[in-house]
């Protein structure tokens, strides 16, 4: 699996990379101005924040009780973990490691691990898909203001069908037999039986989601991408969602791929989409790398506290 993803990763970049004009490349990411990378690098490590509380919200409701500070500092390791191997397992495990040392089994940190994925994910593809919509809007396509209109019933719909679903006795039933399956729809059960909590969830995920795409399409604008603001969200958020998938390391080479394909038809040139996504992923690698020092500063803190408690003791 991590020889797939590195072959995929370095596939991908070496085509992108192909007869590039890398003179062209490096003056669009050197004109990327400091202010703009230090406002963006702050947002993301500001985004462990709500995510933290994300994670603390579910495994409360699993039943597990971490707390906030301490789902915070799990999410600063998890994601520099994350930005440093070839798989977003290693991240997850290092979670759900210090979830069972609170107390929670490790099944159950497992599957709260799993459905905190879940909920990032389906918040990150309605984002993408009001990027879709966005885009087919510019794209004048005959009927391109029905097209949009039905798209955004259709996520509506889908998305209160799948809260029906889950709440369901017909979803247990589904789930007869396939354990890992009936203990997931258990637990999407127990979120969703707290309608406020879990729209409280949703809304906070969606918020995280937003921000990601935002800074992103900040980065594009500095780089000199000349695309209305709305297509830029869209190709960008579209360009998240493919880079969450688990396909690549960090999602290098499918976001570059994404970008460089989304922004083809308002004229970008190759070398300015690539900028714009390599500066955003060396951004994300910053905040991740920041996250961590202060992990390690937070975690030297803490454990010098608490062995001057045991000494005084």
Not at 56 to 66: E, F, H, Q, S, T
Not at 248 to 256: A, C, D, F, H, Y
Request: charged letters at 10%.
């Amino acid at each position: 699996m991590v020889l797939a993803k590195l072959a995929i990763t370095f596939g991908l970049l070496g085509w992108l990379l192909h007869n590039v004009e890398w003179g062209e490349l490096f003056q669009r990411i050197s004109a990327v101005r400091t202010p703009t990378l230090i406002l963006a690098i702050i947002l993301l490590v500001a985004l462990t924040i709500p995510v933290a509380r994300r994670w603390d919200l579910i495994v409360k409701a699993l039943g597990g009780n971490i707390g906030f500070f301490s789902a915070l500092r799990m999410i600063l390791m998890m994601v520099l973990v994350n930005q440093s191997i070839p798989s977003n397992l290693g991240g997850d495990a290092y979670r759900i490691v210090a979830t069972t040392r609170s107390g929670m089994p490790w099944k159950r940190a497992t599957l709260a691990a799993f459905v905190d994925r879940l909920i990032a994910l389906l918040a990150l593809a309605i984002v993408a898909s009001f990027g879709v919509l966005i885009l087919l809007d510019h794209a004048e396509l005959e009927n391109h203001r029905l097209l949009a209109v039905v798209g955004t019933f259709s996520i509506v719909a889908g998305t209160l069908a799948a809260w029906i679903f889950f709440r369901s006795t017909l979803a247990s039933k589904l789930a007869n037999g396939i354990d890992i399956l009936r203990r997931l729809i258990a637990a999407l059960g127990e979120l969703l039986h707290q309608p406020a909590q879990a729209i409280y969830l949703v809304v906070l995920t969606i918020i995280v989601q937003v921000v990601t795409v935002v800074v992103m399409s900040l980065i594009a604008i500095n780089v000199g991408l000349k695309v209305p603001l709305f297509p830029i969200l869209g190709v960008c958020a579209l360009g998240l969602l493919i880079s969450r998938l688990p396909v690549s390391l960090g999602g290098w080479g499918v976001r570059e791929g994404t970008l460089v394909l989304g922004f083809a038809p308002f004229g970008i040139s190759r070398e300015a989409a690539l900028a714009a996504s390599i500066t955003y992923g060396l951004t994300e690698f910053a905040a991740a790398i920041i996250g961590g020092v202060i992990w390690v500063i937070w975690t030297v803190a803490s454990d010098t506290k608490a062995g001057k408690k045991r000494q005084a003791s």
